[in-house]
């Protein structure tokens, strides 16, 4: 099997219980190892370490793309098209509240995509998007 590079992304939460809800559950990621002060998390394929901070602050400063206001701050993934709709759904279906509902952002355009926007329990953004044509993930517009 040929090596893939994956992301390793360590971020903050206030609570590591209910960080385990929310990507060992809701977004089903198995957990690896851990301590009483963080969790390792299968990120799809990619490494995701939650770190204890009790006193986590969440930015809030947010940008306008395609008519939504983005958080600055956020961090996601691609997924293809399927699975992308998969998790919106299921998101939906456990009235999981989304910063941005699922929506096509540039339609039309070069590198039109689908996305949304969630918050874990302390406060991270996650962007999940989706691009029916892979091959403009990186258009120019």
Known sequence: ???????????????????????GDMLSCPEGRSSEEWVDFDFY??????????????????????????????FGLLLDWAEWERLGEKLKQRQYKFLIEPTVRFKGRAGEQGTF???????????????????????KG
């Open 1 to 23: 099997m040929e090596f893939r590079p994956r992301f390793h992304l360590a971020i903050p939460v206030d609570d590591l219980e209910s960080a385990r809800q929310f990507y």
């Open 45 to 74: 394929g990619h490494q995701l370490v939650v770190h204890l901070d009790r006193h986590n602050q969440s930015v809030e400063a947010r940008n306008l793309v395609d008519g939504h206001q983005v958080p600055v701050r956020h």
């Open 117 to 139: 926007f969630v918050q874990d329990p302390s406060g991270n953004a996650l962007e999940f998007k989706s691009f029916k044509n892979e091959k403009q993930i990186f258009a």
